[in-house]
């Protein structure tokens, strides 16, 4: 491979004190830190780098598609709900194999982003 991993992703935001809190304080992804005197703050997702922005000029705003793993789909769906999160519908199965099916669900941020969760059970 010439590339290695992913290691950031950029989400373009309007309001960035309201997306700290749906993405901390809501979601539960981890603060590493804001920039002070910038509107850039940096979330720990497993190896990738979340990185929330308001961008400097159109051209370089972000319209951003988020999976999220989780160990229990049905356990977040029921607590984000609960947390005033709403849902484009019920956690289902996106995927299936013979060992393997992929649960679903989605939502979307304080902009719009589309944030899905998601689950891989044994079939």
Avoid at 61 to 83: C, G, I, M, P, W
Avoid at 97 to 114: I, Q, S, Y
């Amino acid at each position: 491979m010439a590339l290695g991993p992913l290691a950031q992703v950029h989400v373009s935001v309007t309001d960035l004190d309201r997306s700290v809190e749906f993405y901390r304080d809501v979601l539960g992804i981890p603060l590493l830190l804001r920039v002070p005197g910038q509107p850039m703050a940096f979330f720990s997702s497993g190896q990738v780098r979340l990185y929330l922005g308001v961008p400097e000029s159109p051209e370089f705003a972000t319209k951003t598609l988020l999976y999220f793993q989780v160990e229990n789909l049905d356990a977040e769906h029921a607590r984000l709900s609960e947390a005033g999160v709403k849902f484009d519908g019920e956690p289902h199965v996106v995927h299936r194999d013979a060992g393997t099916e992929l649960w679903m669900v989605a939502c979307r941020d304080p902009d719009g982003h589309h944030v899905a969760l998601m689950q891989e059970r044994a079939a």
